[in-house]
């Protein structure tokens, strides 16, 4: 039986004939509780603030509503084709490619187009894709900002609006660029609003009746605070522990397609080199992977070329990977929300799945904020002597290539200097990271501060 979906059909929810005909080529015959409650407000032209848990299809409702608005409502007249009829705003590349992909699907029998923009990848291909035509502009902060500056598009043709993960905004600092962007919009009255969050704190709430019409708060959420479906075990391994540890339990479980977190880039990648000493086929994702490699590493996954990937917070929300069976929490995490983002990218859209933590010496102290946050205990297990691995030496890494990295940071202008300073603040503790990008948000104009803080 599948639990995660409604009785509501999609098909009796009145959307347009293609969305429906695109719906039927995906397989999505019911909707998920968030998009049965979600999508009948928004087709009625009702502004919505909805919050639920990563992972139950968050993206498809604002999707489905911004589709079938723009394929009801006649555009404005004399829309110049730079001109967007709804713009998506997300905090991180990652989230913003994986709702550009979906957007895709669910257009696939229209004449809309999706267009996507965010730092670290092709400036002029991305500003030439505007400006030859857009319908629905997805991207991250920054680059928007720096477009909507330059003129390369404006929103008198402006429909739709839609801030995903909200509340990462906030983490991110990014929340006095998302107020500058609301203001230069038409009013609330004028325009179909939504803001989606994993959580709808207070701050979040605000926001939206500051910058929304009446909004409607959906809040579909389980009895816990994490997916219901994650089965969740805590070891309490000694720092020398750790290692031996996560091998062990990576031969004994075997899992097709895992996760590991970390803290820090250093530990993330350290553990990388150490299971790639040890024949596992692995990816490592931190604040100053290039954009290129990302991608890259993100579809090695999906598609099994390797078969764990190691990340640091920076990888915690926003990505839809199918089949990930397995999150390992190496370091608990210093935020106690972070560990709720870790742990749902297993179990989506009604899979099942694990989610296994480390309580080391390092980051132990940790473990009380995470259980009050969560509602529960987490379950322990004993560390024997069966399920600490025999490793081998971590894999060299490639020097010539850290080298050539450093050659080129030094040849580099202060932008890509700003940019490596400013991606590692996502991976800081979240004082530091918050005041950090306060104070990177103020000089949100300048293109090179801009690109880096996405």
């Known amino acids: 039986m599948v639990t995660h979906l409604s009785t509501t059909a999609f098909k009796n929810m009145g959307l347009h004939p293609s969305l429906e005909r695109a719906l039927d080529d995906l397989g999505y015959e019911y909707a998920t509780p968030i998009q049965a409650q979600t999508i009948p407000l928004l087709l009625e032209s009702n502004d919505v603030a909805g919050q639920a848990q990563t992972g139950t299809g968050k993206t498809n409702a604002f999707l489905l509503a911004i589709l079938d608005e723009l394929l009801t409502l006649p555009e404005t007249k004399e829309r110049s084709a730079n001109e967007p009829r709804a713009l998506i705003i997300a905090p991180t590349r990652e989230l913003v490619i994986q709702i550009y992909e979906d957007a895709k699907k669910l257009a696939k029998y229209t004449k809309l187009k999706p267009c996507v923009v965010f730092g670290g990848a092709d400036y002029e291909k991305q500003r030439n894709d505007i400006e030859s035509g857009c319908d629905i502009l997805i991207g991250t902060v920054g680059r928007l900002i720096d477009y909507f500056k330059q003129g390369v598009y404006n929103f008198y043709a402006l429909d739709c609006v839609v801030l995903d993960e909200a509340d990462r905004m906030f983490d991110l600092g990014f929340i006095s660029d998302i107020r500058y962007l609301f203001r230069k919009m038409p009013p609330a009255k004028e325009r179909l609003s939504m803001l989606f969050s994993a959580t709808l704190s207070h701050r979040v709430k605000e926001l939206a009746y500051e910058h929304m019409n009446n909004p409607q708060h959906i809040h579909v959420e389980a009895e816990q605070v994490t997916a219901d479906r994650v089965k969740q ?188 300073r400013d991606d590692n603040v996502t991976e800081r503790n979240p004082k530091e990271k918050a005041t950090n990008s306060s104070t990177d948000s103020s000089t949100s104009t300048q293109t090179s501060t801009t690109d880096s803080r996405e």
């Open 233 to 420: 075990e805590l070891y309490y391994p000694a720092n020398r522990e750790k290692l031996p540890l996560l091998i062990g339990l990576m031969n004994k479980l075997q899992p097709e397609k895992s996760m590991i977190f970390t803290n820090t880039r250093r530990q993330a990648e350290k553990v990388w080199l150490t299971l790639k000493g040890n024949g596992i086929k692995s990816g490592l994702l931190t604040g100053d992977v290039p954009q290129k490699k990302r991608i890259r590493l993100l579809e090695e996954l999906k598609k099994g070329t390797i078969d764990v990937l190691i990340a640091t917070d920076v990888a915690a929300r926003g990505l839809h990977i199918t089949g990930v069976s397995h999150v390992f929490n190496f370091d608990l995490p210093d935020d106690a929300e972070d560990y709720v983002h870790r742990i749902g990218r297993t179990a989506r859209a009604g899979a099942e799945g694990d989610a296994i933590s480390f309580a080391g010496e390092d980051n132990a102290f940790n473990l009380p904020a995470i259980e009050k946050y969560i509602g529960f205990s987490l379950p322990t297990a004993e560390v024997t002597p069966n399920l600490l691995a025999d490793i081998k030496p971590p894999a060299t890494a490639d020097k010539r290539r850290r080298a050539g990295n450093r050659n080129q940071s030094q040849r580099s202008s202060g932008n890509q200097r700003t940019k490596n």
